[in-house]
């Protein structure tokens, strides 16, 4: 019989079989992975119950009401002891909470306070919004703080760092807080991205004198919005307090402390509302659980990808202490990151729409710090140049066009990012794994 097709060669087809579905070969896979948002793959009936609870009880607000239950502050003090801390202070958001604690640490004019150049536009949006400088340090292959660097950034008018625990994974934060006492710095921990995470059993959060932490809905756990502010000093505590509600401190009976001007601060109104604070506090009990899942999933696949040419895998200081939130991988030039990329997601190793997984890093928008176009050109929180031409901070450095951070630099344009969502079957894994074997395997023989 003759047909309209074309004969297809023994060579051609076993080409199609193996072939880079870039290149018209089958993917390993048509169905997206699932989303990110690790905590939202665990919202069932105990979070309907939790907010039911508050709306039967008709108290949403966490000081008083017809019938307060007393949820946010619960949940501050579940949270406080799931860190092994004494305080905590329930806010907003974790932008919120970033605002709240470097008040509390009296940030402010003729200050600088080093911030790395991976991490999330809010970090930089509170130093300057309270007047002072972000003074740009590099990062190494953790994708943390280069504590080799970090002596080279501290000038004398250096009040603190800002250490962000990015992509899921604890930075190198030990030798970090080691030179912040040295220098008599203060410590702030943006845990925003690694609920959950620790160093040698020790949890992110408890390293230095102040840490935040973000639950708005792509982090660990999530009431959607909300964040919260934790420290191990009750004056830092009364402090954030204070500027997160009216400007003042509570005493144990609730009531404004206003003798001490130290404790009198002018309050920002981040209070958390009690809705929140009993989803949080269900969030919090399955944490361990929705780590452990995207655990499991990332080390499978990390294993795999080890014995892959041409990849290599971020350094993790300690890999029982990474939540697993996301897989970063690094490639030998900026092309074949994006070519490997391209491949991939030709795989159909992509998710839904809505979201954004496995992209080369120059994608990730708000992270990098010359993506921040405010920051790079230096826009006011005013009319008349504020912070940047206060003369308290005439003498500071402010340099944040690309080229500031060159490892950084390199790190973003040769590495390929993934979230790892914390519902992902093995079936799932299985499929990332044969994708970048199959991927890597053709790139590697040439062809
Ligand atoms: C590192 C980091 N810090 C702070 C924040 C701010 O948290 P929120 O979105 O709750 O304001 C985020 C949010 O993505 C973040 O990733």
Known sequence: MITNEKPQSPRNRSRKDGELALFGGSPVRTQPLPLEFPGIHYMDEEEIEAASRVLRARSPFRYYGVAPLGEVEEFEKEFAAHLGLPYAVAVTSGTGALHT?????????????????????????AVVNLGAIPVLVDIDHTFGIDPDLLPHRITPRTRGIIAVHMSGAPINIKP???????????LLEDCAQANGASVDGQKVGTFGDMAVFSFQMNKNMTSGEG???????????RRAVA???????????????????????????YRLDELRGALLRVQLRKLPKIVQNMH??????RQALETLPGIKLRRIVDCSGDTGAFLITTYESPTIAQNVNHALRAEGITTYPQGLSNIVMTNWGLHLYYNIVSLVSRRSVDNAGFPWNLVENAGSEKRYEKGTCPVAD?????????????CLTPEDEADVIQAFTKVMNHYARGT
């Open 243 to 269: 500027s997160h509600d009216l400007g003042y401190a509570r005493d144990d009976q609730g009531r404004l402390m206003v003798e001490d001007p130290d404790l009198c601060v002018w309050g920002r109104g």
């Open 296 to 301: 499991k999933s990332k080390y499978r696949i």
């Open 410 to 422: 390199g790190l973003f344009e040769q590495s390929i990012i993934m979230s790892i969502p914390s």
């Open 176 to 186: 970090i807080a080691k030179i912040a006492r040295e220098h008599g710095l203060f």
């Open 227 to 237: 964040g919260c502010v934790v420290t191990r000093t009750e004056r830092l505590y």
């Open 101 to 125: 604690a470097l008040s509390a640490l009296g940030v402010g004019p003729g200050q600088e306070i080093i911030v790395p150049a991976y991490m999330w536009v809010s970090v930089v949006a």
